[in-house]
């Protein structure tokens, strides 16, 4: 596929898959149209970059349908002087996402071999604002907190405590809480340093997180 086949794809799936499914923040559409969807994937996959499911990647892992990626970017209402951390870097495409929308992007990842790809694909695109860390995503990043917003792209039982000292007050939290066959889109909003609120979006199937 050309340039202009890829462009037509990624403008149908922001105008079928993301804005007749209600994501209506432009901040958000907007990002999706600078990203291209089709470098996060390998070139078996590069066809159907843009179609409404995830695809599979290196290492055991997938890359999240369009419609998902939107979804928590948008439930956390992310503001261009935010600071936001995301836990499980994936392909790298949902830190692309959230590097159009906050100041500053902080993104880990426990699995070698992806933190160097998703390093070096963002590179390649000239995204400079996000901070890549091979490690431990449960651990968070203390060093660099609080932050405004978190982000965890794959599924967790309970909500890890470290993360949630490190989200500050007022901040929200999207994550996976569930099963590995039983999951719910949890919004999680820190109201002081003992309470939180969580909202329950929709019921989503993520990858353990490790």
């Known amino acids: 596929m050309n340039d202009m086949e890829y462009s ?10 993301l804005k007749r499914r209600d994501i209506k923040d432009e901040k958000v559409l907007k ?17 159907v970059a843009y179609e409404d499911h995830p695809l599979a990647i290196e290492e055991g892992q997938t890359i999240s349908q369009p419609y998902i990626v939107a979804l928590m970017s948008e439930m956390l209402d992310i503001k261009p002087s935010h ?3 995301e836990v499980g870097t994936g ?9 159009q929308l906050a100041k500053k992007v902080f993104t880990i990842e426990t699995r070698e071999p992806l933190y160097h790809k998703a390093k070096r694909t963002l590179a390649n695109l000239g995204i400079d604002n996000v901070t ?4 431990d995503g449960k651990e968070g990043m203390p060093a660099e907190a609080p932050f405004d917003k978190i982000m965890v792209t794959a ?5 890890p405590e470290p993360l ?15 099963s590995r066959l039983n999951q719910e889109l949890t919004l999680v909003t820190k109201r002081d340093n003992q309470n939180c609120k969580r909202e329950r979006i929709v019921l989503c199937r993520f990858l353990p997180l490790i």
């Open 155 to 159: 599924a967790t039982q309970k909500i």
């Open 83 to 85: 600071k936001v951390l």
């Open 91 to 99: 392909s790298g495409y949902q830190a692309a996402i959230l590097a």
């Open 132 to 135: 890549f860390v091979h490690g």
């Open 31 to 47: 990002a999706f149209e600078k990203v291209p969807r089709h470098e996060f994937v390998g070139s078996f996959y590069k066809n």
């Open 8 to 17: 037509l794809k990624q403008n149908q799936m922001i105008k079928y898959q």
């Open 164 to 178: 949630l000292d490190q989200l500050k007050v007022g901040g929200h939290m999207i994550i996976p809480i569930g």
